[in-house]
């Protein structure tokens, strides 16, 4: 399993990157690997310097976040019920210099914000299609994270 993190069943993943001099390859994920939950879909995800998105809680997917261009911050919040966690906010800047797969089950809160001055770029690859309808998004002001001191 990948490094654990404060919030219960979420963790990170160390992944490879590969110097090549005519371009690098960049490691995402096998089947073998942990957070693999099966194949749904694979989507790239693009967020402005400065501008946030989120929040958004899924209730069945499980999230394969990898920054392979830019650099984004990434705040979860688990508000589960019965999680030992419950509470707790985890936050992480992933980027090429710190290249890791950021696993997200389902049932906790997540944003983001794109701190590169250009280009920031997530892929995610998640275990089941979306559907609009297992999804549910708050505004960012709904939990007390404070976005000005981070």
């Known amino acids: 399993m990948g490094k654990v993190t404060s919030i219960d069943g979420v963790f990170l993943t160390s992944l490879k990157c590969i110097s090549h001099p005519k371009g690098n390859v960049f490691h995402a994920m096998k089947k073998s690997d942990p957070g693999f939950n099966g194949f749904g879909e694979a989507y790239f995800s693009t967020v402005n310097c400065g501008d946030i998105k989120g929040w958004k809680k899924h209730h069945r ?31 992480i800047c992933l980027s090429q ?54």
């Not at 650099?71 to 589960?80: K, L, N, S």
């Not at 001055?117 to 979306?130: F, G, K, Q, V, Y």
């Open 61 to 91: 997917m499980t999230m394969n976040m990898v920054v392979p261009v830019g650099e984004i911050r990434f705040v979860i919040y688990d508000d589960r019920t019965e999680s030992p966690t419950k509470g707790t906010f985890f936050d």
């Open 97 to 150: 210099r710190n290249y890791q797969r950021l696993t997200v089950p389902p049932g906790v809160w997540m944003c983001f914000k794109g701190l590169g001055n250009d280009l920031n770029l997530l892929l995610n690859l998640a275990d089941m299609e979306h559907d609009p309808e297992e999804s549910e998004n708050m505004p960012l002001g709904s939990f007390a994270y404070d976005w000005r001191t981070q």
